[in-house]
T-cell receptor, first 114, second 112 residues
């Protein structure tokens, strides 16, 4: 079965602290992996994506993610969070072979402690 | 040009009413997707168009849901005889290349 698991529903970190959001996936074909961010009342914005190549991917807003095939994981990291990073984060997986549906995780809500 | 736009942004419907949600994709984008996002959940796929052809409608939850894209641009998602369980945010996305989908702000539907 194809699925994405984000085990942390809600995370609170202090401003300036480092962040890691966990994501595990199950996908039959070669996966195309994504991280999206959703601020209240806003649509989804793509932070980064990975299909092949260097397993450490750089994205926008200072985020990066590491693909680990052996663990079926694609965790999102940021060395120092800002108050503006407070939002909902979604990990997602889709096929690279064609434009098709993306399967999303249930999301992790990030709160920032001043 | 502009991003994906959706209208209305908010819709309140009484149970049993029909609703129509509109999506204007980014100009020139061939692919268009609809997703449903329930409160506290991730988006779930509803249906997918390539130009005017509906290539996948496996996610539509019932035959009360219908989507169209007659000229390969604007799309409309119609829900007939709305039920309370239809309350959600409906997201539209478009893409030109096969990898990246650009999402609109969504339409929040509340069925009372």
């Amino acid at each position: 079965a194809q699925s994405v698991t984000q085990p942390d529903i809600h995370i609170t970190v202090s401003e300036g602290a480092s962040l890691e959001l966990r994501c595990n996936y199950s996908y039959g074909a070669t996966p195309y992996l994504f991280w999206y961010v959703q601020s209240p009342g806003q649509g989804l914005q793509l932070l980064l994506k990975y299909f092949s190549g260097d397993t450490l991917v750089q994205g926008i807003k200072g985020f990066e993610a590491e693909f680990k095939r052996s663990q079926s994981s694609f965790n999102l990291r940021k060395p120092s969070v800002h108050w503006s990073d407070a939002a909902e984060y979604f990990c997602a997986v889709g096929p690279y072979s064609s434009a098709s549906k993306i399967i999303f995780g249930s999301g992790t809500r990030l709160s920032i402690r001043p | 040009g502009a991003g994906v736009s959706q209208s209305p942004r908010y819709k309140v419907a009484k149970r049993g009413q029909d609703v129509a949600l509109r999506c204007d994709p980014i100009s020139g984008h061939v692919s268009l997707f609809w997703y449903q996002q329930a409160l506290g959940q991730g988006p779930e796929f509803l249906t997918y168009f390539q130009n005017e052809a509906q290539l996948d409608k496996s996610g539509l939850p019932s035959d009360r849901f219908f989507a169209e894209r007659p000229e390969g641009s604007v799309s409309t998602l119609k829900i007939q005889r709305t039920q309370q369980e239809d309350s959600a945010v409906y997201l539209c996305a478009s893409s030109q290349r096969r990898d990246e989908q650009y999402f609109g702000p969504g339409t929040r539907l509340t069925v009372t």
